[in-house]
Each structure stands twice: as structure tokens, then as C-alpha cells.
């Protein structure tokens, strides 16, 4: 009995008295047999699942018929490869099936010879690897969408439904202080330094789908904070049901000093013009009821606007009827500056004071003759001193010489 | 109505005459109306038209100013307008309106002084040519 035993163990082993056929078609890969015509001699049940194609009509027919696929019939197809060098040869190989959709199989073919050692067909099986194919896709296409988001420099963050952070990437570590692990699964609006208008902000993008520009201040757990402008966004799965939001931030801190730096510029710069023209423009009391106001440079509108302005206050404010405008300080007068003097002195007569031009040099006094601007109703003086005498005899006040002094300076 | 708001008095020589803040054409008229009535009544030297709390002067205004000066000149009197304000003379120069030949004052103690004293000219007043 041993010895029966021994002997049908060991007829297994050396492959006598075995049903193949029993073997090949309790294997669960794809296996078929082939003769050197390529034509299917035999095929196992997985094999017609795997190409849907029953087993009826693959056997007898020829080996491409059953699958199509981008080797078949070139020097590459690993049947005739087998063939030629009479060895086994393994190849990741696209099939298609009956139904027409692609297989990325891993295909092992090895070579049957008879008794004499002669090549009689080959076996091939089929692992059908699409599924892994495609996970392997899928893992390649998320990790460079990983990478992509890591190496972002704006803070990105998916919150979901409930308003709990489901995902970051390393900048919103960075901005916040606070580690992946720690952010994930908690509220989104703790690491503003204003929670409500955080959280009103993604319920606006729950209820409108998106939000831009939305202003907030991320703290930082060093108490630091970080000026941002968030763009969020829904996303959705497949089925088109919102699963929740992702938020982009983006830093606004230097632009904010860029625009308080410039604002603070265009302060100092108004600021500076209006003091020099202000200053072009001084009015001064000389003596009781008379101001002396000395032009220097061009007189433009906008400048003997500011001097009628100042000039007018002022002589309400100091209750002055004789007012002195030196021209002394003005290069040249054309037709226009004339005709802005004599605006300005039409306004001062309103008023009820009056006006003494006085600093006409004689360059002047020639250019006002030659453009024929009429003064002839104003007062005018060639010095100030002049014009002076002209105020205080006009308000019946008279410059005596003192005796005492009289002999030193005469 | 709003001739209620327009003052004419007597005071010793010179008639006083305040206008409101912001006239309109039938109060100017009226005002034109009993200045001259007063100075047909009283015997004066003339009037002072203080404009002090006027905002705005329109080209009626000056108009019937003008005219009234002329028209208390025709009637033997003097007449001088005080204290404009800065902003209204801006902008009156700006418009180009003018008081003609009417006397103007910086405020009423000086106008006083040009309507009683007859060397007006060669003291506080002036007088606009232009």
C-alpha cells in the first residue's frame, strides 16, 4: 500500500497518468494552447471571461480571432516570437476584447514540444492587470496633483460641509504655525482673527457656489497675522453633489504696504503743494489797514485764484482797505496775467478796500503798453515804498521826521 | 412776503438797509421799491446797503443794484455797498458782474463814515472806475 503510494506520487510527479485537461481548466488565469498555425486547440473558462468570447467559437479558429490586439500579426506578437526561438517569453501586451474595450494583460508564453522534441504549438496565459494599469495611473496623476498643490505659495484649504478642514497643503501650515496633522478635522474659522466672517464666508460660497476677493486676516499661533484675499470654489463629486469647499489664499501684506506706502506719497506730495502755494502767495499787515502781498513767478489761474482767495480773507480778517500787490517778483506779465491782476483787484473793490499795484519795472511798464492792457483805473506804483505813501495819504496818515533824529541821518 | 425780511431805517442821516441772506428777484425789487420810498420820505444824505450776510449774487442783483445807486443819485443821495463777502466777490469777479460806479466798504462803521463825510474819497472809501 505504502509502496502504491510511493509509485502514484511519483507518476504524478513525472507527469504520467495526469489529467491535464482537469488542471488546465481548474486554473484561474486565462490559458489557451495554440498549434504552430495559430490556430486554438483548446482554451479554459477564464479565458472566454476574459475575451467574451465562448469557448465554442474561440477553439478551432485562430488565435487573433479571439482577441484582437496592437501585436498581433507582427514579428512582436509573443506567439511568434515563441516560435522562432523556441523559448518562453513574458510581455505586457494590449487585448481587445469582443465588447470592445481594452486589456492590459500580462501575457507568458511558453513553447510544446512532442517526443521528438519537435515544436508542436505553444500555451499562453493571460493576467488581465487594467484595474492595477489604471490605480497606478491614478496614483501617478495624484501625486503630481499633490505636488502641484504642495508647491503652491498661496495657503489652499478644502473645508468640508461642517466648516472642518479636511485637507491642506504646506503653506497654511506655514501661514498658521500649525501642523497638517492638527489642522485637519478642525473649524477652518478658528485661524482667522475674525471666526464670524470667516465662517460667513464659506457659507456665502456653500449658498453661491464661489467667492472672490474675500478679505481676512489669518493668525498665525505666534500671534502674527497674515492679510489675504480668498477665492473658494464648490467641488463636487461625480454625482454632481457638493462635497465642500476649496479655498485659495493669497497673501496681500506686501501689496497692502506698497498701497499705505503710496498713499502715504501722494499725502506728502498734496500736501507740499498746497504749502508752496501757499507760500508763493504770503499776505502781510505793514501797517494798520494796509497789507502788502508780494507776487513772485507766473501768475496761472489756478495760483491767482489761491492769491485772490488768501488776499480777499485776509483783508476782511484784518479789516484793511488799502491792499499792496508787488509785482517785483513776477519775470514777465502777458495779456492773461494782466487780466488775472485785474480780476483779483475788481474782487478787493467788491469789497470795499482797495488796490495799489506797485513793483512795475520798467520792462514791464513797457510790455503792459505794448499789449495795450488798460490799467489806467487801478492805482499803480513803480516801488513799494511809492505805493506805500499812496495807502497812508489815502488813509490820511502821514511819515513825519522825527527832530531828534533828524541831524544823524540828514 | 418776503419784503418782511428787508429792514430800511433811519438812522440820523444815512438810511440802513439790510438784505436778507439769500434774496430773490421779487425781494430785491421791493427792496429797490421802499429804499427809494424812505428816501422820498426822510431827508437824508444817502444809504448804506449792507450785503454782509449774503451768500450769492446773481446778475439781477447787481443790475437792480446798479440801478437803485443811480436812481438814489438822481434823488440827491449817496450810496455804498458793505461788506461783501470774499466768496461772493470771487465769484462775481468770475461772472464778470460788477457794482458799476457804486461806492463799496469793507463794513458799515466805514460805509457811515463815506455816506455823512463829503472827502470821502480821500479817505476810506474807494470808488471802482473799472
Known amino acids: ?410 | 412776503m418776503e419784503a418782511e425780511n428787508i429792514s430800511v431805517v433811519k438812522v440820523r442821516d444815512v438810511l440802513m438797509v439790510t438784505v436778507p441772506p439769500d434774496p430773490d428777484d421779487e425781494t430785491i425789487s421791493a427792496l429797490q421799491a421802499q429804499v427809494l420810498q424812505a428816501m422820498e420820505q426822510y431827508q437824508v444824505k444817502g444809504l448804506v446797503l449792507d450785503i454782509s450776510t449774503v451768500e450769492t449774487l446773481d446778475s439781477f442783483f447787481a443790475r437792480t443794484v446798479v440801478e437803485t445807486v443811480q436812481m438814489v443819485a438822481l434823488m440827491g443821495g449817496r450810496t455804498v455797498v458793505a461788506g461783501m463777502r470774499p466768496s461772493v466777490a470771487i465769484t462775481a469777479t468770475q461772472f464778470g458782474l460788477t457794482l458799476g460806479n457804486a461806492l463799496t466798504a469793507l463794513d458799515v462803521d466805514r460805509a457811515l463814515y463815506m455816506v455823512s463825510d463829503r472827502h470821502q474819497e480821500k479817505s476810506h472809501g474807494t470808488k471802482p472806475r473799472a
Open chain 1, 1 to 410: 500500500m505504502m509502496k502504491d503510494n510511493v509509485k502514484s506520487k511519483g507518476q504524478i510527479l513525472s507527469g504520467e497518468g495526469v489529467d491535464y485537461k482537469a488542471i488546465f481548466q481548474a486554473v484561474p488565469s486565462a490559458v489557451r494552447v495554440v498549434d504552430t498555425d495559430f490556430n486554438v486547440i483548446i482554451a479554459n473558462p477564464p479565458m472566454a471571461a476574459l475575451s467574451g468570447q465562448s469557448l465554442e467559437a474561440s477553439v478551432g479558429r485562430k488565435c487573433f480571432d479571439t482577441f484582437k490586439g496592437e501585436r498581433c500579426h507582427t514579428k512582436d506578437c509573443p506567439l511568434t516570437r515563441v516560435q522562432k526561438t523556441k523559448t518562453t517569453m513574458k510581455a505586457e501586451v494590449v487585448k481587445e476584447r469582443q465588447d470592445g474595450t481594452k486589456l492590459i494583460c500580462v501575457c507568458l508564453a511558453a513553447p510544446l514540444f512532442n517526443r521528438e522534441g519537435m515544436l508542436t504549438g505553444m500555451v499562453e496565459s493571460f493576467e488581465d492587470i487594467t484595474k492595477q494599469k489604471q490605480a497606478e495611473a491614478l496614483r501617478a496623476t495624484s501625486s503630481y496633483t499633490r505636488s502641484l498643490i504642495e508647491a503652491s505659495l498661496d495657503p489652499l484649504v478644502t473645508i468640508g460641509a461642517d466648516g472642518k478642514i479636511m485637507d491642506v497643503n504646506k503653506a497654511t501650515e506655514q501661514v498658521t504655525g500649525v501642523s497638517r496633522q492638527r489642522l485637519i478635522g478642525t473649524d477652518f474659522s478658528n485661524y482667522f482673527t475674525e471666526p464670524e466672517k470667516a465662517r460667513e464666508g464659506y457659507k456665502k460660497v456653500f449658498s453661491e457656489g464661489s467667492v472672490t476677493d474675500y478679505p481676512l486676516t489669518i493668525r498665525h499661533t505666534s500671534e502674527r497675522t497674515t492679510d489675504v484675499l480668498y477665492n473658494a470654489a464648490v467641488y463636487k463629486d461625480e454625482a454632481e453633489k457638493v462635497q465642500g469647499v476649496f479655498a485659495a489664499a493669497r497673501d496681500i501684506t506686501e501689496r497692502k504696504k506698497t498701497e499705505e506706502a503710496l498713499a502715504k506719497q501722494t499725502e506728502i506730495i498734496q500736501r507740499q503743494a498746497r504749502e508752496i502755494l501757499e507760500i508763493s502767495t504770503p499776505v502781510m499787515q505793514v501797517w494798520e489797514g494796509v497789507l502788502v502781498a508780494p507776487l513772485i513767478g507766473t501768475l496761472d489761474s489756478q495760483r491767482t485764484q489761491q492769491f485772490m482767495e488768501r488776499l480777499l480773507e485776509r483783508i476782511v480778517e484784518s479789516n484793511s482797505p488799502m491792499a499792496l500787490v508787488d509785482v517785483t517778483g513776477v519775470p514777465t506779465i502777458d495779456t492773461q496775467t494782466a487780466q488775472h491782476l485785474i480780476d483779483t483787484i475788481s474782487a478787493v473793490r467788491l469789497l470795499g478796500a482797495q488796490v495799489i499795484l506797485t513793483g512795475i519795472r520798467p520792462a514791464i511798464a513797457q510790455t503792459l503798453v505794448h499789449l495795450g492792457v488798460d490799467l489806467s483805473g487801478i492805482t499803480t506804483r513803480s516801488s513799494l515804498s511809492g505805493g506805500l505813501l499812496v495807502a497812508m495819504d489815502s488813509l490820511g496818515l502821514q511819515v513825519a521826521t522825527s527832530k531828534r533824529t533828524n541831524g544823524k541821518e540828514a
